[in-house]
């Protein structure tokens, strides 16, 4: 069983940037690879990023390679997205996920844990 909880969320100018934090309770935080998903308001949950379980392996969307960078810290159960140059379009409520199946990592049901959403707004 792992818990997830995001912070880090807020409301920020367009070009501004924002860091995202997921706390992992559970001793098995470490072996899960790690997903950032996003969802805005009438459309559906879309991947964002995702990290493998060493950390060595990072997938991106191509809609924010470049500009969003995801880490992790292994010995604080601790997942990071650090966002730059945001966008208006990048408004959404951001999910963390620990990935847990066979699905590719771009597949929400590949997915077994979420956290609640932290919620992002980029003003124009």
């Known amino acids: 069983q792992v818990q997830l909880v995001e912070s880090g969320g807020g409301l920020v100018q367009a070009g501004g940037s924002l860091r995202l934090s997921c706390a992992a309770s559970?001793?098995?935080?470490?072996?899960?690879?790690m997903g950032w998903f996003r969802q805005a308001p009438g459309k559906e949950r879309e991947f964002v990023t995702a990290?493998?379980?060493?950390?060595?392996?990072?997938y991106y969307a191509d809609s924010v390679k470049g500009r969003f960078t995801i880490s992790r810290d292994n010995a604080k159960n601790t997942v990071y997205l650090q966002m730059n140059s945001l966008k208006p379009e990048d408004t959404a409520v951001y999910y963390c996920?620990?990935?847990?199946?066979?699905?590719?990592?771009?597949?929400?049901?590949?997915?077994?844990?979420w956290g609640q959403g932290a919620q992002v707004t980029v003003s124009s």
């Open positions: 990290i493998s379980w060493s950390g060595g392996n990072t």
């Open positions: 559970g001793r098995t935080f470490s072996s899960y690879a």
């Open positions: 996920a620990a990935h847990g199946s066979s699905y590719g990592f771009a597949v929400a049901a590949g997915y077994n844990y």
